[in-house]
């Protein structure tokens, strides 16, 4: 019998949204003010980006 032992790999992320978990080599990341932040796709990087501030909105002078 195989001895089904949990691994916990290093190059796997936690999806930030659905916290799913996913290889590194295929997350989607992006990297944010000081951190870097994975998705398992871009559905869920898509609500994760609607879920911030927009920084990027231009001023009004
Ligand atoms: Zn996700």
Same mark, same amino acid.
């Given at each position: 019998?195989? /001895?089904? #032992? #949990? %691994? %916990?790999?290093? /190059?796997?992320? @936690?999806?930030?949204?659905?916290?799913? +978990?996913?290889?590194?080599? +295929? @997350?989607?990341?992006? #990297? @944010?003010? /000081? &951190?870097?932040?994975? &998705?398992?796709?871009? /559905?869920?990087?898509?609500?994760? #980006?609607?879920?911030?501030?927009?920084? +990027?909105?231009?001023?009004?002078?």
């Amino acid at each position: 019998m195989i /001895d089904q #032992k #949990k %691994i %916990i790999e290093p /190059d796997k992320v @936690a999806c930030e949204v659905c916290f799913k +978990e996913i290889p590194i080599s +295929e @997350a989607t990341s992006v #990297k @944010a003010t /000081d &951190y870097i932040v994975y &998705y398992c796709g871009l /559905d869920c990087y898509d609500r994760w #980006k609607k879920q911030q501030p927009q920084p +990027e909105s231009p001023k009004r002078e």
